[in-house]
Nanobody, 121 residues
């Protein structure tokens, strides 16, 4: 079992920045790839970014150049640095972990509880 705990969400003005963190715990947490998905009100959950255990990253087109995913394997923590935030980035952001995680939900083995990000115009 892997437990994921997110932090760092909040309210920010358009153009601002936030950094989300997700701490993974559990005996095998360090062997998992990790990523972020988000769900806006009235919409389906969508892929945001993913990072493999070796550091390979991949981003959704709508965040490329604005968001950066990184991880600290020693701390079993993944980060999502979000810059130039837009009102349409408002969503609940979910941390995810999976042995073969990539851009679709069925590759996710574990989910965090979610953290709210609200971007005001």
């Amino acid at each position: 079992q892997v437990q994921l705990v997110e932090s760092g969400g909040g309210l920010v003005q358009a153009g601002g920045s936030l950094r989300l963190s997700c701490a993974a715990s559990g005996r095998t947490a360090s062997t998992y790839g990790m990523g972020w998905f988000r769900q806006a009100p009235g919409k389906e959950r969508e892929f945001v970014a993913v990072i493999s255990r070796s550091g390979t990253t991949y981003y959704a087109v709508f965040v490329k150049g604005r968001f950066t995913i990184s991880r600290d394997n020693a701390k079993n923590t993944v980060y999502l640095q979000m810059n130039s935030l837009k009102p349409e980035d408002t969503a609940v952001y979910y941390c995810a972990a999976g042995l073969s995680i990539w851009t679709i939900e069925r590759t996710v083995d574990y989910w965090g509880q979610g953290t709210q990000v609200t971007v005001s115009s």
